[in-house]
């Protein structure tokens, strides 16, 4: 196929839109069902350039949850724990890797995952679709479906759901164009391998990375490589658990991505375990109300009664000081940054979501400034050097 023609672009009003090869060749990917939009395409092309590589690099499955041309989350296939696989809501489920890898790559943050495009690094297996089957999402994109998989990804929103196959052995030509506002940019693709290598230098005094945690920061480049800057990403256990993504200041992607990461672990805290859930809620309500009850509006919603939309009984509220002790269980948390931090109270912010090791390019004025705040909280830090903005 030489050109594929779209509903619209962007918005409705964009009426002319498609995608098509610059040299006039096929395109490397095929619609299998549905029919995909203008963003559809930039989500799954985007989003499978980052499982391509993040198999490439941990040779593990991997799979990426994406919107709005950023990844919600991301992660390679390793072990669950029984909580995790219950706050994921995949306790009731046979899970292969490539499944596995998805769950946790849509489990950390359920709420920016919802309506995602879905990329994956392997053949979709009946485990993954199954999976997919039940969550609300625009679409996957795979270098290949069993036959029994793809039948089960046609039936869901009606038959209309978008399923997308991609040549894994598709190159790119190395320069790559962009138009805005009628100006054409041309630039090499960022093609910067991203391994081990990049965390050779480490001017803490702090300097052991172990292996996990290595690997945990290749998570963190990767997805950073492939996530709109200013970003930032925390990565535990494979996973990402926490993606700032298109701040204007660094501080304020550390901090969201270490918000991101405080709801995730607060997730699993007894309180929040044993929540008295109605049988009728929905997963996504499910979500929404964990998202409110860990809130500092909570008590608006006890004095309001909205709890009784959701809840058999009102739950307790999880104090402050029950957070705080939580919080300062989580340890072992790696963060890597698109490029390097100006000032210290970055490095103030990821302590405080139990974050250890840190990759970060390197190069500001006040690299001994930020170097001694890790040395303050015994975290290890590599500078890599490397610059990962996209935009």
């Known amino acids: 196929m030489k050109e ?39 989500d799954a092309l985007n989003s499978y350039q980052l499982v391509k590589e993040l198999k490439e690099a941990i040779h593990l499955p991997a799979a990426a949850s994406f919107k709005h041309v950023s990844p919600a989350g ?73 036959e029994e998989a793809l039948g089960i990804l046609k039936t869901k929103r009606k038959g209309t759901y978008c399923v997308l196959k991609i040549d894994e052995d598709y190159k790119p030509a190395l320069l790559e164009h ?41 998570i ?3 997805t950073l490589k492939y996530t709109q800057s200013n970003s930032v990403c925390y990565v535990k256990n494979g996973m990402t658990v926490g ?11 550390t901090r969201l991505a270490g918000n991101k990461t405080d709801i995730w672990w607060l997730r699993q805290h007894p309180k929040v375990l044993a929540l008295p859930f109605k049988e009728d809620v929905r997963r996504p309500d499910r979500d929404n109300a964990v998202d409110v009850y860990l809130s500092d509006d909570y008590d608006d919603v006890l004095a309001d009664g909205a709890w009784q939309l959701v809840f058999t009984r009102c739950p ?35 302590h405080r979501s139990g974050v250890d090791y840190i990759a970060q390019a390197g190069g500001s004025v006040r690299d001994d400034h930020v170097i001694a705040m890790c040395d303050k909280y015994n975290i290890a830090m590599a500078m890599t050097g490397l610059r990962l903005f996209h935009h």
């Not at 950390?108 to 999402?137: H, I, N, P, Q, W």
């Not at 041309?186 to 945690?213: C, H, S």
């Not at 993606?243 to 992607?253: D, E, F, K, P, T």
Request: hydrophobic share 35%.
């Open 4 to 42: 594929m023609v779209l509903k619209y672009g962007c918005n409705p009003n964009q009426a002319a839109a498609r995608i098509y090869m610059h040299n006039g060749g096929d395109l490397p990917l095929e619609v299998l069902n549905g029919r995909p939009g203008y963003i559809n395409l930039l």
């Open 243 to 253: 993606v700032g993504a298109g701040q204007q200041s660094r501080v304020h992607c």
């Open 316 to 350: 307790a509220p999880l104090t402050r000081e029950e957070k705080k002790t939580w919080l300062g269980e989580l340890h072992g948390v790696s963060l890597g940054s698109d490029a390097f931090f100006p000032f210290g109270d970055n490095i103030e912010r990821a």
């Open 178 to 218: 962009k138009d805005v506002y009628g100006v054409t940019f041309e630039q090499e693709r960022n093609e910067a391998k991203i391994t081990t290598d990049l965390f050779k230098t480490r001017p803490t005094r702090n300097k052991d990375i172990p292996e996990k945690a290595q690997r945990d920061l290749l």
């Open 220 to 222: 963190a480049l990767i």
């Open 74 to 146: 991301a992660a390679v296939a390793t072990d669950m724990s029984d909580t995790l696989k219950h706050i994921y809501y995949v306790d009731d489920l046979e899970l292969s890797p490539l499944a596995t890898a998805y769950a946790c790559a849509r489990g950390a943050d359920r709420m920016s995952s919802y309506g995602d495009f879905v990329a994956l690094s392997d053949t979709c297996d009946v485990a993954t679709a199954t999976l997919l089957k039940r969550e609300v999402s625009d679409g996957v994109i795979a270098p290949d479906y069993t």
